[in-house]
């Protein structure tokens, strides 16, 4: 059974940092792409970040280049994002995702909410 447990969301300050985690069991973790993604309130799912199953390649969506980073760290089947210089727009619920064999696995999110 694959599980996606995100945690590290709070509410912080504008130009504040927090870093996400996700941890996941039941999957070969260190085989597969992992993704966050987020989802404010009224909008779509958007794709935030991805990375590769070694953790070489990382792709980000252009309102978060330069302020957040993506990293996994594969003994602790765990994947992580960064983020720097947080603004008001990227207050959302942030989810980590796996795919696998045509299918899509979901944690249950984690709020972030960026307010002075």
């Known amino acids: 059974q694959v599980q996606l447990v995100e945690s590290g969301g709070n509410l912080v300050q504008p130009g504040g940092s927090l870093r996400l985690s996700c941890a996941a069991s039941g999957i070969i973790f260190s085989i597969y792409a992992m993704n966050w993604y987020r989802q404010a309130p009224g909008k779509q799912r958007e794709l935030v970040a991805t990375?590769?199953?070694?953790?070489?390649?990382?792709v980000y969506t252009n309102s978060v280049k330069g302020r957040f980073t993506i990293s996994r760290d594969n003994a602790r089947s765990t994947v992580y994002l960064q983020m720097n210089s947080l603004k008001p727009e990227d207050t959302a619920v942030y989810y980590c995702?796996?795919?696998?064999?045509?299918?899509?696995?979901w944690g249950q999110g984690t709020q972030v909410t960026v307010s002075s």
């Open positions: 995702n796996v795919r696998i064999a045509g299918l899509t696995y």
């Open positions: 990375i590769a199953p070694d953790g070489r390649q990382t």
